[in-house]
Nanobody
Framework: QVQLVESGGGLVQAGGSLRLSCAASGRTFSSYAMGWFRQAPGKEREFVAG????????YYADSVKGRCTISRDNAKNTVYLQMNSLKPEDTAVYYCAADLSLRTMIAGPRYLEVWGQGTLVTVSS
């Protein structure tokens, strides 16, 4: 099982960009599909983006499609989320997650067991 640590969050103005990183420990990182989720205050955790173990399968939530890019570097045990054209409604704690199945990842957070601690993204208007 992998352990996950997110970084890269912060305060940014609307229209700005951030790149989140999620570093994984463990030699089996390349076996896992990876995903990004977010949870805004008072709201449920929601899927943002997911990527298969090879990078060949990628999915985005409609709310971020065209503004976010998920990628991974298996040599560095790291998955990234590049976020552009940020909006105040993107403000949330962003979590990365790991699962052996990309389909399970996309199905929603309640099916996942491996999570990072989260990194806060705040977008000011």
């Amino acid at each position: 099982q992998v352990q996950l640590v997110e970084s890269g969050g912060g305060l940014v103005q609307a229209g700005g960009s951030l790149r989140l990183s999620c570093a994984a420990s463990g030699r089996t990182f390349s076996s896992y599909a990876m995903g990004w989720f977010r949870q805004a205050p008072g709201k449920e955790r929601e899927f943002v983006a997911g990527i298969s173990w090879s990078g060949g399968g990628i999915y985005y939530a409609d709310s971020v499609k065209g503004r976010c890019t998920i990628s991974r570097d298996n040599a560095k045990n790291t998955v990234y989320l590049q976020m552009n054209s940020l909006k105040p409604e993107d403000t949330a704690v962003y979590y990365c997650a790991a699962d052996l199945s990309l389909r399970t990842m996309i199905a929603g957070p309640r099916y996942l067991e491996v999570w990072g601690q989260g990194t806060l993204v705040t977008v000011s208007s």
